[in-house]
């Protein structure tokens, strides 16, 4: 406990990535607490939403980001990003994947997601709290996990120990794709759109996401065909 303490106070301010980082690390659930307890006792201006309402939110952060909504938007249109289809070779599933891109920057990425001021499509609260939506085979956190990045520069880098989730994992949902391409191309048929839908609703929505702590992302096999 206190090897983690002494690790904690002497990198945290030389290394923003260090409290991040440190907290993957941490193993047992005690000692994630502990740091969990320790990262409250932040400088916050939860209302403040400018950059010149709390500089020290936006300390090391591109100075082309304005406010702080701006900055979790673009944050959650890059792990969308991530989530496209890579290293497709044959025409149809590059057909399908510009579908999938396509479609996904029609909807901003579904970077308001993370956007506190979107009302309709925010996951968060008002405030920018978002609460742990439990393992892939659970309704819902037993621990009650939360945090609000909104909160302090503090909270904004513990952020990074957040993901979405895939019920149904991506491995299967790129499987599926790539079988569904083959089929077209064996049966020389266009690319199905209402398929493609699909896809583009498990890869990218929270109708097959959901939003958890690094505790509750299960790395085992989901087993959802």
């Known amino acids: 406990m206190f090897n983690i303490f002494d690790k904690f106070v002497e990198t945290f301010y030389e290394d923003n990535d260090a409290l991040a980082t440190l907290t993957n690390e941490v193993s047992s659930p005690k000692k994630r607490k502990f ?6 006792i932040c400088q916050e201006n939860i209302s403040a939403e400018k950059r010149e309402e709390d500089p020290r939110w936006f300390e090391d952060l591109n100075k082309r980001f304005k406010t702080k909504s701006q900055y979790m938007k673009s944050i959650c249109g890059q792990r969308m990003r991530n989530y496209l289809p890579k290293d497709f070779e044959k025409e149809k599933e590059i057909e399908i994947k510009d579908k999938l891109k396509e479609m996904l920057k029609g909807n901003n990425h579904n970077e308001s997601y993370f956007d506190r001021t979107d009302e309709q499509k925010c996951i968060c609260d008002s405030s920018g709290l978002f609460t742990c939506q439990g393992p892939f085979d659970k309704q819902t956190c037993g621990s009650e996990h939360s945090i609000n990045p909104y909160r302090c520069k503090e909270h904004r880098i513990m952020f990074r120990s957040w993901n979405f989730d895939h019920k149904k994992e ?56």
């Open 170 to 225: 991506r491995s299967v949902i790129i499987s599926n794709i790539i079988n569904a391409a083959e089929n077209m191309e064996n049966n020389n048929t266009k690319v199905n759109d209402t398929e493609v839908l699909q896809f583009y609703e498990e890869l990218f929505t929270m109708k097959n996401l959901k939003f958890v702590y690094i505790v509750c992302h299960e790395l085992t096999k989901h087993n959802i065909p």
């Open 35 to 40: 740091l969990e307890n320790f990262i409250p």
